[in-house]
């Protein structure tokens, strides 16, 4: 069975089993189901996916077709109408310190004053709970993790002055300090020059060779193939999933790209106006 | 020491105490970018206090506060759940929440209150002067009594800020990331409307409502224009609120005016003062940096037409001074640009009154004209324009490009001539330009 795919229903029940028995491994991120409305406007239909070994793994899909989205609701960023996500057999909230979270780089305002230093060590703030401060190993972690992305001379620099690479360089510096076994990355090479671009897969495969898991949500078809061990090929619903080799074929991508589906955009303005469709 | 002069001191205590709580507060309410909601607040409040009030009368704040740290949540409640639920931008969901409250107060007043003595002007419209003269005595001092609730409130200000630090921070900097690792920035936004309903009832009646909104915007918004850390910040807002408690009330009192209004304007004019001298995005600093850079490229175009004048004769050539000058640009710049060149030994000038280059301006003027025709070469290989749509792109351009650029200019090329037939000159004076401290500063770090 493929490392990323749509499990059968007997597969399904006998995952479940074996996490309730505490026998076995459970799947590494299990989302059943999922359905996401903004304002009661379904912008991403039962959607499922299952990962179940280390890999890398890129979300590809055209504009609107909801995979911020669908990140967003396995983190609970958003609300989800139905569905559930469960993260290492547990849902979110027993499992937050292992899942990271890399968000767009334009979610944030650059103007805020802190460092490149302060933004990693933000990184290191979900494992300390409330009110606790950062110490000596965090500190320690943050600049290691900086270093890590080649940003270390940057660290006393304030966001804003540097380019939007660099930016993007601290924001994964910092998902680095999270230490997550589970990785969700909305667009990181986005706007990123070259050389931050090849940094940015080469730590992404380190990562992978770590034993961690990341999600990619990734705009540039041609470097699909590349990057990513498997892919998410996605259009408000799911169109496949599966390893790159079988999955990424251009029937599935005429399947993703060739338009949305008329009848769900049918049926969520019926849902969106609360009325019956004609 | 004379009665007025204790007066103006306890204004100032009375003022500093309750900027620096309203600041501190003020610094979040900006980075958050919900600057108003402290105005919207400190409106919302008054039904609470008018329930407060008839249940704790005038002896007892406690009703007081708690009635008006629940309508200060209830006021930014509603503004999401207005903006929300009405599809609208939240500045307009506040001003509908704000005035609606605030006007419920007012119907309660003229309801409830018509014959009991509750002074809106005193809990409302307080005024940094009405309090000085109600005192309290303290180890044989006279204390305002304001003081008595003023300091606990900046003493639970600085316990907040201190204690949710790191969830204040990444709340306001990434609400995405707080809320994935746990910290829901919903509750930090609640718990921020809380403590400014707590801080500006606090301070109402000590500095009036005017101020306490210009304490909590001004100061934080002055801070974020001089600072780049989030602990600066907090510092030089709270700094400036009593820089603008003391000057405020100085002059207020010379000029015998309202302190309120005094130290209001005195906040409005330091954040004046501070947006055109902040360091990196000051009128002052832009001014200054733009004129920097016409020197640079003034000096710099007189070092490259020397250079091409010296590849024409095929040796040292001279210019007259006047003529340099004419090239670096007519007035003050222009003659500013030659008295660089000449004090960083560029040029040199002859016994008779010539110019002409020194190495080191030799060696810069090399790689000025390398540049140009790089560029040259450049766009001619890959925008097929015609030749008299090269030049004027190169002159600009070739004032920004530094050594790797150039290199890598060079290295995509594959010609030794310009697209006018000219040699393109080869780059050994790279080492020098490279070590070029002010031309290195000037340029974009990325």
Redo the contacts between chains.
């Keep these: 069975m493929s490392p990323v795919g749509t499990p059968s229903a007997e597969s399904r029940t006998h995952a479940a089993e074996i996490d309730d028995r505490g026998t076995g491994p459970a799947a590494i991120l299990d989302v059943h189901d999922l359905t996401v409305a903004y304002?009661d406007r379904p912008v991403l239909w039962d959607f499922d996916l299952v990962v179940e070994r280390p890999s890398l793994v890129g979300i590809v899909g055209p504009n609107g077709a909801g995979k911020s989205t669908m990140v967003?609701a396995c983190?609970?960023?958003v609300p989800r109408a139905s569905g559930e996500v469960t993260f290492f057999g547990r849902p979110l909230?027993k499992m937050?310190r292992r899942?990271g979270?890399v968000?767009q780089r334009e979610?944030?305002?650059w103007?805020?004053?802190?460092?490149a230093f302060?933004?990693v060590l933000?990184g290191t703030?979900?494992e300390?709970g409330?009110?606790r401060?950062?110490g000596r190993p965090q500190r320690e972690r943050a600049r290691e993790c900086l270093d890590r992305v080649g940003m270390s001379e940057f660290a006393s620099r304030?966001i804003g002055?540097l380019?939007g690479?660099?930016q993007q360089r601290v924001f994964l510096a910092?998902a680095l300090a999270?230490q997550a076994d589970l990785y969700f990355m909305d667009e990181p090479m986005a706007g990123v020059d070259a050389a931050t671009e090849q940094v940015v897969f080469d730590l992404l495969r380190s990562l992978r060779d770590e034993g961690r898991t990341v999600l990619v949500v990734h705009h540039d078809l041609r470097t699909v193939p590349d990057y990513f061990d498997d892919v998410v090929l996605l259009n408000t619903r799911l169109v496949a999933s599966g390893p790159v080799g079988t999955t990424f074929t251009a029937e599935n991508l005429r399947r993703a790209y060739g338009g949305r589906l008329d009848l769900l955009e049918i049926a969520a303005d019926a849902v969106e106006a609360g009325e019956r469709s004609r | 020491m004379s009665l007025g002069l204790e007066l103006a001191l306890r204004a100032v205590v009375i003022g500093a105490v309750s900027g620096v709580s309203c600041a501190i507060l003020g610094c979040f309410l900006v980075?958050r970018?919900v600057s108003l909601l402290g105005d919207g607040i400190s409106h919302g409040v008054l039904p609470g206090l008018v329930i407060g009030f008839l249940l704790g009368g005038k002896t007892n704040p406690v009703p007081l506060f708690v009635g008006a740290v629940t309508f200060g949540v209830l006021t930014a409640w509603l503004t999401q759940a207005v903006s929300s639920r009405g599809?609208m931008s939240e500045d307009a969901g506040l001003g509908i929440v704000f005035t609606a409250l605030f006007a419920v107060g007012v119907l309660l007043i003229s309801r409830l209150l018509r014959r009991v003595h509750f002074d809106a002007d005193c809990v409302l419209y307080g005024s940094l002067g009405v309090t000085l003269d109600d005192t309290w005595p303290l180890l044989g001092l006279e204390v305002p009594r304001v003081l008595f609730t003023l300091v606990p409130t900046l003493l639970l200000v600085l316990l907040f800020v201190t204690?949710?630090?790191?969830?204040l921070?990444?709340s306001?900097?990434?609400p995405?990331?707080a809320?994935?690792?746990?910290?829901s920035s919903t509750l930090m936004h609640y718990l921020l409307a809380a403590m400014v309903s707590w801080v500006t009832v606090a301070s109402f009646e000590a500095v009036g409502s005017i101020l306490v909104i210009a304490l909590l915007i001004v100061p934080a918004a002055t801070a974020?224009l001089l600072?780049?850390?989030?602990r600066?910040?907090l510092l030089v807002s709270a700094v400036v609120a009593v820089v603008g408690a003391v000057v405020g009330v100085s002059w207020g009192r010379w000029l015998d005016v309202d302190y309120a209004g005094s130290v209001t304007v005195t906040l409005g004019g330091l954040f004046a003062v501070a947006v055109f001298t902040a360091p990196?995005h000051g009128v002052f600093s832009r001014l200054w940096s733009n004129f920097a850079l016409s020197l640079r490229i003034a000096s710099e175009d007189v070092l490259a037409t020397l250079y091409r004048r010296e590849e024409r004769s095929g040796g040292t050539a001279t210019w007259s001074y006047e003529e340099c000058e004419r090239v670096a640009g007519e007035g003050i710049v222009g003659r500013l640009a030659m008295h660089r060149c000449i004090t960083q030994a560029l040029v040199h000038r002859h016994p008779d009154g010539a110019i002409g280059l020194t190495d080191a301006g030799r060696d810069l003027g090399r790689s000025l004209v390398r540049s140009h025709r790089l560029w040259e070469s450049y766009l001619d290989e890959h925008f097929e324009l015609p030749p008299d749509h090269l030049h004027e792109p190169a002159e600009r351009i070739e004032h920004y490009i530094g050594p790797e650029l150039r290199e890598r200019l060079a290295g995509e090329l594959v010609r030794e001539t310009d697209p006018h037939g000219r040699r393109i000159p080869d780059g050994e004076g790279d080492s020098e330009a490279e070590g070029d401290p002010e031309a290195k500063a000037e340029r974009p770090?990325?």
């Design positions: 304002q967003k983190l609970g960023l909230a937050r899942v979270y968000p979610s944030v305002d103007d805020f004053p802190v460092t302060d933004t933000m703030y979900g300390l409330w009110f401060r950062p304030q002055q380019s690479g660099q910092r999270q | 980075l970018r599809r204690l949710l630090w790191k969830e921070q990444l306001s900097f990434d995405a990331l809320e994935a690792t746990g910290v974020q600072t780049e850390r989030l600066s910040m990196r770090s990325e």
